[in-house]
């Protein structure tokens, strides 16, 4: 337990406001990952889930490898990664896919400026970033697949207490936007959801798609149901990845 006495001793270590906010500046000045987080917090898009900027090269191998094992590694498949980020899955999925047409859309216009910097590093005409805050401007029946990871999920409402969600997401807008994943889609697609907070299958779009490959849960994402209240903790892995039917 906190005294009061260490709490007046903790404060006093904290360094005065001004200094704080000159720290501030300068992180948002010089920190471009730094600054596309806090546009997403301060300015609230509509639309936007996950307001955090994490991306790392080759997150999720396993993933990758299976769709890449079902699609073939050397086919001309058309390819979305949703919420790209600053670009690492798109350039990831590369890697597994050498001869696919890759798009990544994200929210945030300084991601897809990083991106396209990068990518024309690369030279490789085949790759496309978009702003976008949703699949609605994609053509319908265009994709093989579609990633959408670490996307439809806040982190906050991983915090103690949390029992409800939809003061930062709701389950309606997982489920517009994962029916919009479904036009989108070519049948026998594949669609890989990873860490959401709202499970595919409580989706009506859920029926003409079917579990392929399933993972382990995070505990850092916890589950809310359609009534946007929080779910338990699953008792094994989880659905992942789904096809698309025929």
């Not at 029992?163 to 936007?177: K, Q």
């Amino acid at each position: 337990m906190m005294t009061s006495g260490s709490t007046r001793l903790q404060a006093a270590k904290r360094p005065p406001f001004i200094v704080r906010a000159i720290r501030a500046l300068w992180r948002l000045a010089t920190d471009r990952s730094y600054r596309n987080v806090m546009w997403a917090l301060w300015f609230r898009p509509e639309a936007v889930f996950q307001p955090i900027n994490y991306t790392a090269p080759n997150r999720y191998p396993r993933i990758f490898r299976f769709v890449q094992s079902n699609l073939g590694a050397d086919s001309e498949v058309r390819i979305l990664s949703f919420g790209c980020s600053t670009g690492d899955e798109v350039f990831s999925l590369r890697q597994y896919f050498p001869r696919a047409a890759i798009k990544g859309i994200d929210i945030n216009p300084a991601n897809i400026a990083a991106c396209k910097r990068d990518a024309r590093k690369g030279r490789d005409d085949a790759v496309a970033f978009d702003v976008a805050s949703s699949t609605g401007s994609e053509p319908a029946g265009t994709y093989d697949a579609i990633f959408c990871m670490a996307v439809l999920r806040h982190g906050s409402l991983a915090r103690p207490g949390v029992t409800c969600c939809d003061h930062l997401i709701r389950f309606s807008d997982f489920a517009a936007t994962v029916a919009d994943f479904n036009r989108c889609l070519k049948p026998g697609g594949f669609l890989a959801i990873v860490h959401s907070n709202f499970r595919f299958g409580d989706t009506a779009t859920s029926a003409v798609f079917e579990p392929v490959l399933k993972r382990r849960p995070s505990r850092d994402t916890p589950l809310f149901g359609p009534d946007n209240i929080r779910l338990p903790a699953p008792d094994g892995n989880v659905d992942v990845v789904f096809r698309k039917r025929l």
